[in-house]
């Protein structure tokens, strides 16, 4: 169980699939304008993910090398189409906003990487554990970078006026700049550098070395 709590919580902060390894940024940058779009797109993928990490681990034993990748994108595909028909019957308006990033999750490099790395060789339970670990860390970067695009760019949260604008006789100015696609990738740069600078651990290390500087003797 220690094991398995482990597997579920480090990809949260320590092993972030966003701001350690870098995966599904496009996303991050797209559909974080506002918060329910960018909650919208955190469930999706995370039910995508752990639905198939659960499924390419029950038959990870019965799926020939050569093709492992392509029956794990059709199984992948699938769950996708059915959470794309599932939006669109049930949150059409949402599920306009997020256009054709829901099935660009077939193509997501998290998706794909828990399925490839851990789900193929470890049992349903702890590849279902990570997957979930992974996907609500991908949801919490996902949540955060719409929570404050959303709040500066709109003076808005899911919706509801939070800060009142100057239109409406308040003090806050929204910043429209926040609801293009640069703010995300600042927003997220900063967020990496923020992290990386609490825990030093998670920094690369640097390709070349320093030159060294010849000291001047007088």
Not at 102 to 128: K, W, Y
Not at 164 to 178: A, N, R
Not at 195 to 208: K, L, V
Request: charged share 10%.
């Amino acid at each position: 169980m220690t094991a398995l709590f482990a597997t579920l919580t480090e990809p949260l902060v320590r092993k972030n699939p966003i701001t350690l390894q870098i995966l599904g940024i496009c996303s991050a940058l797209a559909v974080t304008t506002s918060l329910d779009t960018a909650l919208t797109m955190s469930v999706s993928l995370t039910v995508v993910v752990v639905l198939a990490a659960g499924i390419v681990s029950l038959i990870r034993k019965h799926i020939p090398n050569s093709i492992r990748l392509i029956v794990q994108i059709v199984i992948v595909a699938s769950l996708v189409i059915v959470i794309d028909q599932v939006l669109q019957a049930f949150f059409f308006d949402i599920s306009q906003r997020l256009s054709v990033f829901v099935s660009l999750i077939t193509t997501n490099c998290l998706v794909l990487g828990r399925t490839e790395s851990f789900a193929r060789s470890n049992p349903p339970l702890p590849a279902m554990a990570d997957a979930l670990g992974n996907g609500l860390g991908y949801s919490l970067v996902l949540c955060l970078i719409g929570a404050i695009r959303e709040l500066i760019g709109k003076g808005a949260l899911l919706g509801y006026q939070v800060l009142p604008t100057t239109d409406t006789g308040g003090w806050f100015t929204p910043l429209p700049l926040m609801l293009l696609a640069p703010s995300a990738f600042f927003l997220l740069g900063g967020l990496v550098w923020a992290i990386r600078s609490i825990r030093p651990e998670q920094a690369d290390a640097p390709e070349f070395p320093a030159p060294e500087v010849a000291e001047t003797r007088q």
